[in-house]
């Protein structure tokens, strides 16, 4: 006996700094592997909603709703360093300005699989993280922007009751269900209750702020009865990581910030799906 139970809501903004990779400032890897974790939960839950309508889907009906939904990122122009060195630079050029075109409302929330492992007597709980991305209208601020961006830290650090030093400004091109916008955007990195804040205005500034310090690895499809799904486990084969710096045990999504995506360790899926291989034969037995 199997339940998969899904919620989806606004999380908890508490985020620390990743590491950084190769020679990428530490600024650039949090901000990049930040969208890259962002795309990779919308992939997953374009995989549930499959799941949610079909009871066995195929590889090719995963691979098309999961196409047609994708959500990529181009980064570029990236300027970083200590907030002191722009506090008289304009802010309506370091953050794009909303005034009513469409953005991406993105709600981020968690998928939850129980099972009943007779033969094991126990109950079997795998859980993770997913999205879902729509376009919506935006707002449309008669704020002045064409301040110092010293006159804009106060209020943002009071409202999040952080103290930030540092920034990391850029350029992005997002694209989702064939429309795209390009526009500026920044994070924020200091300490407090949010030590790193995304000011993104189309993007959806709290999915990406939450989503900084929580994981994307796939537990439930990989190892929930999901898995057992032929065409669950082909997609996973399909889109697994084969390189020495992805290290599976880890229970962790392998994220390239250069590439601004993410996937899954070649080791933990043939694990995953060896050992749903071996479930199935179990129960057929």
Known sequence: MKRVQVVFLCLGLLV????????????????????????????????????????????????????????????????????????????AELVTKPQGEDVLDIATGVYNSTEDVKELREVRETTELGAHASWSAGEYLTQDWNVSFAQMLPATQTQNNSTYDRYASYHVRVTYQGRSRSYEAMFLFGSGEIPVLA???????????????KSVYPSVLLESPASRKLGVAAWLRSHQIRDAACRPGQKEACCDPASVSCGVAAGDVSSALRNGVSRRETFAS
């Open 16 to 91: 620390p700094l990743a590491c950084v990779s190769g020679q990428m400032a530490r600024e650039e890897n949090v901000v990049r592997t930040t969208y890259a974790k962002l795309a990779f939960a919308v992939k997953i839950g374009e995989i549930h909603d499959v799941l949610a309508r079909e009871k066995d889907p195929s590889l090719a009906e995963l691979e098309n709703q999961v196409s047609a939904n994708e959500l990529r990122f181009e980064l570029s122009n990236f300027k970083s360093g200590y907030i002191r060195t722009i506090v008289k630079k304009s802010f």
């Open 199 to 213: 000011l993104d205005n189309v993007t959806n500034n709290s999915a990406l702020t939450s989503i900084v310090d």
